[in-house]
């Protein structure tokens, strides 16, 4: 069914008698696959939008490149630059700012501006009683108790169903370039990001693709970034070359997108760990990773290996727990995904207190159930 009001997704919700799969736009089959009725929220709409104060507030299902339009319009965007998974993951629909946001979707900016949980500033939900709920409010400083609107920030559905969402926005700067090398092993690459990260120079993307580019980013008034650019090709950058415009903007929706991934039928995971653990795994990994990107300065790792068995999980969570690190399973076949933990396991305190929350927020199990794994 496709609801497109509050209401009826409440009583939607509250009517339900059997598992419910959320849908927004259709573009991320992620997570171990859901079998229910399909619920479909096509809420859609600008209820406020204030530039001056940078406060957007806009229904769940609202498109992505709706948005994006009207608030370049305006000289604005998104801070935590969201990826399109429809390049990595071959599907189709449309993105809605309500997937973002249960996802935490959160581009090669995060490094810098932070994640898309960091600019939603409130949200109304239908949790799995089919309760209308309101959290958060439209400015930084409202406090209102408890802070759910972080708790349904990647989330996933699993919670409550998103239904609207305030956003603070972001000025759009004037330029952007890029800065970028060839050929540097990852433990080059990671330690000349390290170096840009590091540097007071404001770097809004570090990268490296294995095997290919190494590159960096700056943003801001021409001036400014003329100048930082300079210093670092002066300094820790030396040898790197200046990409600007457009040809720079196209280097980072590959990263942000995982483009090199894309049609290739492997598998993919999604690793979070130190940045300087970044070289060593893949070392310890060596030929069972057949691609890779790194981004947020080696912090984030994007790995292609087979789709077949359990896709590694078992070698690769390995080596992470030696780090602290954790990898989900972003791409996979529907089985390989019903078998293997897509989500990293949690230890037994962590698990129970979400297997708890999850019992308060949707009391029925009937919300996403399984695909986070509880």
């Known amino acids: 069914m496709r609801i497109e009001s509050e209401t009826d997704l409440a009583e939607a919700v509250k009517g339900a008698n059997g598992p419910l799969r959320i849908k927004g736009g259709g573009t991320r089959d992620v997570g171990a696959p859901v079998v229910g009725e399909v619920l479909e929220v096509g809420i859609i709409g600008v209820t406020l939008y204030e530039p001056g104060a940078l406060t957007l507030v806009v229904g769940a299902g609202t498109p992505l490149a709706e948005i994006e339009t ?23 629909g449309v993105p809605t700012i309500g997937g973002a946001v ?44 408890y802070d759910l609107v972080k708790l349904m920030a990647g989330s996933w559905g699993t919670l409550g169903v998103l239904s609207e969402v305030s956003l603070k926005v972001q000025a759009r700067p004037e330029v952007q370039a890029s800065l970028v090398a060839e050929g540097l092993s990852p433990a080059q690459a990671v330690g000349k990001l390290s170096a840009a990260l590091g540097s007071p120079f404001d770097v809004t993307g570090a990268a490296h693709l294995v095997g290919g580019r190494t590159q960096v980013r700056l943003e801001g008034l021409a001036g400014a970034v003329a100048y930082r650019t300079k210093a670092l090709q002066d300094g820790p950058l030396a040898g790197f070359e200046l990409v600007e415009g457009a040809a ?51 912090g984030l790792m994007w790995l292609a290996v087979p789709d077949t068995g359990d896709c590694g999980a078992e070698v690769l969570r390995g080596e992470i727990a030696k780090l602290g ?22 230890p037994a305190p962590i698990a129970a207190l979400n297997r708890q929350i999850k019992a308060k927020f949707d009391p029925r199990g009937i919300l996403n159930p399984g695909l986070m794994g509880v």
């Open 70 to 92: 009207l608030l370049e319009a305006e000289g604005q965007r998104l801070a935590f630059e969201p990826m399109d998974h429809r390049v990595l993951l071959g599907t189709s």
């Open 102 to 145: 249960a996802a935490n979707v959160s581009g090669p900016r995060r490094i810098q501006s932070g994640a898309a949980r960091d600019f939603t500033l409130g949200a109304r939900f239908v949790d799995g009683a089919g309760r209308i709920v309101k959290n958060g409010g439209r400015v930084m400083k409202n406090v209102t108790g």
């Open 248 to 298: 720079s903007a196209a280097l980072w929706a590959e990263v942000r997108d995982v483009a090199p991934f894309a049609g290739t039928g492997a598998a993919v995971w999604k690793v979070s760990v130190k940045p300087g653990d970044a070289p060593g795994l893949l070392d310890g990994l060596g030929a069972r990773v057949s691609d890779a990107v790194l981004d947020w300065g080696g």
């Open 325 to 346: 690190g954790h990898a989900t399973l972003v791409r996979a076949r529907a089985e390989t995904r019903a078998a293997v933990p897509v989500f990293q396991p949690e």
